[in-house]
Structures are given as structure tokens and as C-alpha cells.
């Protein structure tokens, strides 16, 4: 008997913790993994070379959706994946991560009928089981949405997967039954094994005029930094100003490219001699950009994992973390817009961390999910 898993994908984020799962499942003969692409992130360069670089098929199934307000994006997301639900009636639905999908496609699928009068191999259908894989972080902040769509995942899911022992932590406190709750560690870090010699291979770098160990990545999305025409301008000349001391590279997401042309800042930015700012830049070329940077200034949540693991400097624009572990590794920093620049000079003058070790970010997270789910389907 084989079994029908939905993998959903829907931004940028999602594409390095779908590839492993998928790539994981497809060798087992009881599974059929079938990608579902939402479409929340639809640029070739948010999308379709994440698709290639993780050597992922297309989309077997594609709902999309698009931009939209929060309640537009996870309202037609909803619509969209309720028909391919009754059409398909997948065993089970596995999301990641915390983005309006992630919930969209949870709330969906807890909530389709069960159909008693119909059989699948001579079984009655019932609802599919659905997993969250990431489960449990909680930055307790709930302006941003990606909180929201955490906990209302996490409270609907049947599965949760953590990736560290604060995620176990926190759903045990929100009165989750810990039956439910099953740490197999951090998914992106299997991406990251899994590509790491094609990601060392790379010279990403040259192409940018910067030296290895001699620049600061920089990437920057969330509504809170980027949304605020005052905050952005303060940002914007902080950039200005750290990069007169240290190359920055700063590939511009879409949102923050957005509002940094309503404002008019671009052609500053771009006549800044150590400001070399891009599109997005595909995986590989960007992890490369990742192992070879002296830190990493972000508000990224991936990121913040990847410096920890690599054991290179990150600096955290944002008041708190939903993934603490990162700050007690000694690795990453919360910082503001006043004290930015600081965090900056002090980083500079001190010495890299060590590469921390933690149980399960070990590139083997997608065997112990595949684990799991054979015994919950058997
Ligand atoms: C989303 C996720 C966030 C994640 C981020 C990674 C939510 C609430 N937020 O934020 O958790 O860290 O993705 O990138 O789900 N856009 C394009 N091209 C694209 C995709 C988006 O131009 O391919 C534009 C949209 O038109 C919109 C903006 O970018 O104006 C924001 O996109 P959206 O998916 O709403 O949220 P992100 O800010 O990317």
C-alpha cells in the first residue's frame, strides 16, 4: 500500500525544508511525495531556482495564489487547496515553517469533511493526518504574523516536529499533549549538507569584488524593518555608514525592493562603492556567500539558523528571536536601529565564535521525519 504525502511549498523558506523531505520520501516504496506550490512566492528568482538548485521536480500540483493582504493570500490559499483536498484526499499534509500558507493549508486540511459514503482501497476516507515540521518556536511577539501562523498551526496540527528542545518547551506550556510533539532537529540543515560541496564549490564572492572572511552579508524582509518610511531611511544610512567600514552584500527581497523605490533610495544606495546590492540570489551561490561572509547582518529566521550551525557572527535586526537556541550558542545578537552600528564595530573587533554543536542539526533530520511518519501511517 502506498501512501499520498503532500509536501507544502509555498516561499522562499519553505523550498530548503520541503527538498530533503521529498528527496527522502521518494525512496521509500510506500510513499508518494507530491509537492503542492501555493504560489505565495512566484518570482524566478523566490522560486524557480530554489527549485533547481535543490534539484526538485516542478510543482506536481500549483494553486497559484500570488500576493495579496494577509487575509486575501491565506483566504484564497484556503480555497484553493480545500478543491485539490477533496480531489486527491492525500494520507497526510506536511507544512513548514511559519508563512501564511503554512497556516492556510493547515486550516484546510483539519477541516475537511470526513466522507463516510466514499472508499479508498476499501477504506473509509477519512481527513488526511497533518504534521508540522519546525514546530514550537514562539518569538511571544504576536505583531509579527509569522507568530500567528505559528501558533494557530501548532494548536491545529495532529504532528509537531521540533527542531530544538525550546520548541518541545513551548507547546508543552501552551498545554499541547506531548504525545504529539517529536523533536528530529533543523530540516535546512540537511539542504545545507546536502548541497555543501556544490555551495564550497562556488566563488560567489569574485563576482562582487569582495574578499573572503571580509564582508558582511546582508538581508533584510520583515514588515518591521522595511514597511516604516522612517525606519527604512534610518536603515538605509546605517547601511551607508557601516559600509565605509566594511564591504556589505545585500541581495534585496522583493518587499524591502518595494518600499526602497516608493522612498526613492535606490540610486543612493547603489552609488555606495561598498554597498553592492543585487537581486536575490539562488541558493547555492547565496550559502556560498553565507560561508565566506565575516557576519551576517539579518532578520532572516534561516539565517540566523545557518550562521549558528557555520559558527559564523550574526547580527539580528529585530527585539526578540524565535529561535533563542541561536543567541545561547554565542553565535547571534539582537540588535536595534540605535545601537546597529555599535553591534557592528564591536563584532569587528572581536573574534569568531566556535561552531557550536546541537543534538540533531546534524544533516539527518529528514531520515528521523521519514521514521516518524511510517510509523504514523502504518
Ligand atoms: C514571506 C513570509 C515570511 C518569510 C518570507 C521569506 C508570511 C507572512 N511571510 O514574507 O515569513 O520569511 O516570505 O521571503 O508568509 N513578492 C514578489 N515576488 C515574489 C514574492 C513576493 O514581488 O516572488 C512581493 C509581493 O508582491 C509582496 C512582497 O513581496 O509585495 C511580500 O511577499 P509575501 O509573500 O507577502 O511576504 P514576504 O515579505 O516575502
Same mark, same amino acid.
Given at each position: ?43 524566478? #528568482? ?53 508563512? #501564511? ?123 518591521? #524593518? ?118 557592528? #564595530? ?33
Amino acid at each position: 500500500m502506498k501512501f499520498n504525502i503532500h509536501l507544502i511549498a509555498a516561499a522562499r523558506p519553505n523550498f530548503m525544508k520541503i527538498a530533503p523531505l521529498y528527496h527522502a520520501l521518494s525512496k521509500q516504496p510506500w510513499a508518494i511525495p507530491v509537492i503542492v506550490h501555493t504560489g505565495q512566492h512566484y518570482d524566478l #528568482n523566490m522560486s524557480d531556482v530554489f527549485f533547481q538548485d535543490l534539484k526538485l521536480p516542478a510543482p506536481h500540483i500549483h494553486l497559484g495564489v500570488g500576493s495579496g493582504s494577509h487575509a486575501e493570500q491565506t483566504g484564497q490559499v484556503m480555497m484553493a487547496y480545500e478543491k485539490i483536498l477533496l480531489d486527491t484526499r492525500p494520507d497526510m499534509v506536511i507544512v513548514v515553517g511559519d508563512v #501564511n500558507s503554512t497556516m492556510a493549508c493547515t486550516v484546510a486540511a483539519v477541516k475537511l469533511p470526513e466522507n463516510g459514503g466514499q472508499q479508498k482501497d476499501g477504506k473509509k476516507l477519512r481527513r488526511p493526518l497533518v504534521a508540522h515540521l519546525e514546530a514550537g518556536l514562539r518569538s511571544f511577539d504576536r505583531t509579527m504574523p509569522e507568530e500567528i501562523n505559528r501558533l494557530v498551526t501548532d494548536a491545529l496540527a495532529d504532528v509537531l516536529w521540533t527542531p530544538s528542545p525550546d520548541g518541545d518547551e513551548n507547546l508543552i506550556k501552551e498545554g499541547v499533549d506531548a504525545v504529539k510533539i517529536q523533536r528530529v532537529g533543523n530540516i535546512m540543515i540537511d539542504s545545507l549538507e546536502m548541497l555543501r560541496s556544490s555551495i564550497g564549490s562556488q566563488n560567489a564572492y569574485k563576482g562582487l569584488n569582495v574578499q573572503p572572511g571580509n564582508y558582511g552579508l546582508v538581508t533584510l524582509h520583515r514588515p518591521s #524593518n522595511v514597511d516604516d518610511p522612517q525606519i527604512l531611511q534610518r536603515l538605509c544610512n546605517a547601511l551607508i555608514n557601516i559600509s565605509k567600514k566594511v564591504p556589505l552584500v545585500f541581495p534585496i527581497h522583493p518587499r524591502t525592493r518595494k518600499h526602497i523605490e516608493n522612498l526613492d533610495l535606490l540610486p543612493k544606495l547603489e552609488q555606495e562603492k561598498q554597498l553592492l546590492i543585487s537581486e536575490p540570489i539562488n541558493y547555492i551561490r547565496f550559502m556560498n556567500l553565507v560561508f565566506n561572509c565575516q557576519f551576517a547582518l539579518t532578520d532572516s529566521g534561516g539565517i540566523q539558523e545557518e550562521t549558528t550551525y557555520l559558527g559564523i557572527p550574526c547580527l539580528t535586526l529585530r527585539p526578540n528571536t524565535e529561535r533563542p537556541i541561536t543567541i545561547n550558542q554565542g553565535t547571534n545578537q539582537l540588535c536595534t536601529l540605535n545601537n546597529l552600528e555599535d553591534h557592528v #564595530n564591536a563584532m569587528l573587533s572581536t573574534r569568531k565564535p566556535g561552531k557550536p554543536e546541537i543534538e540533531f542539526w546534524d544533516g539527518r533530520t529528514a531520515e528521523r521525519v521519514v521514521k516518524s511518519i511510517k510509523s504514523l501511517l502504518r
